[in-house]
């Protein structure tokens, strides 16, 4: 029997390590959807784009300006202070007054000449505010800073190199400074305006939970406010229908126990004759089919209700399935796969028991003529920084449609392979046991192990 429990612990750790990819996975597929789904990122990445295409709108057109008209009505005043300058340089060019020129003003003097050959800026049009030394394209094609004088020598004029690693740095540094802070001023008034979309959708989730005790709150007297204002009525309004509807079935469940108890005991009276002990076994099976039923209600809406109250104490959980397993008719061939060791467990005794019981019930119903019997396992598992349980019951039976996983852990639900009343019961189990392991803190996780179901309940 060794190979058996071998071969379910490294099926799990497959499993396990698959599950764990998945998930992580799954995280970041669903973060990087987050980001591109969420509505501020978007409208805050719609001002930055509009911004910079309108930046781009208006330098542009102040080139244009300054490229046509503005250079039209700038072009005398420069051309006159041009010649000025070369009136101060003298004739013919004296580079002692150019040096002074260049000293006193931000600009970059290049004398070219029979006589007098000197440059300020020796790097010529590859350095840095040489870019007007002998061009022709600036400012419509006229040669504005490049003036003859009577003696044949030409001065060129251009910007000082020190205006391009100065300016260029503290403007470029400004503009990304204020950028940022627009971005960031953007995102806050944002997230501001959209703070109310935001409480709706994390109210809408609690009332889909079942959480009705906190609502949404209306923080502006506006629409979003007036939309915040009916979800609440909404929720209250379902609310009182959820509880309206638990108070009557727990009513009528109360009630009819009393009338089928007595039913039960005027059947088991009856006189035990030959001919009508088929008739009497058939019902007290239907009587303890409906009281099985009613218990099944009443501790699904005990679970069900957010005020449930476990009555916890430490359980050594491989005892108790040993003892639910001896108890069971037909489980004496249920292999076990108990971890040896494990302190005991904070749970509700008489829950967990019922959990395993409808768990390794249907292991068994399903397993009647599958090769190998049922596997139940017991281990621990690191849940974040806390110690947690995991419980997995495993069968070798049919499985069940994938479609159909998702829907069997829902009350009253039944699959098409158990839809008879002999084989699949009402439905409840199942549900009772994902409300037991919620109620615990845990989950229930159902997939196909191929052959067969995997049923994993995690404890915390």
Known sequence: MRWRGEECR??????????KWHARWNEKVQGKR???RSLRVRLVLMFVVLAMVMAAVF???MKKAFSTGWAEAAKPMLTDYADRLVSEIGTPPDVARAQALVARLPITIRIVGPKVNWDSNPGGANSPGGWMHDREDVFGGDKWFIRPTADGHRVIFGWAPKLWQLAPRATGWATLGVLLSCVLLGYAYVSRLLRP??????????????EFTQPIPVRRNDDLGDLAERINTMADDI??????KRGLLL????????PLTRARLNAELLPIT???????????????EMRDLISDLLESERLASPHVALQREPVDLAALIREIVAEMPGAQNVHLDLAEGLPPHAVDRMRIRLLV????????????????????SLRAVLDGRKQGIEIEVRDHGPGVDDEQLERLTEPFYRTDGARARATGGVGLGMYLCRLIAEAHGGELTVRNAGPGLQIIVRLA
């Open 59 to 61: 330098m542009g057109g």
């Open 274 to 288: 030959p001919e009508g002990q088929a008739e009497r076994e058939a019902l007290l099976r239907d009587l303890n």
């Open 239 to 244: 609310q009182a229908m959820l509880d309206a």
């Open 197 to 210: 979309l935001i409480d709706i959708r994390e109210g809408a989730q609690r009332f889909g939970r079942g």
């Open 34 to 36: 987050r980001w591109r």
């Open 357 to 376: 019981r409808n768990l390794l019930d249907n292991a068994l119903r399903y397993s009647a003529d599958a090769p190998r019997p049922p596997c139940v």
């Open 251 to 258: 009513a009528l469940s109360h009630e009819l126990r009393s």
């Open 10 to 19: 490294d099926e799990q750790s497959r499993e396990d390590w698959h599950a």
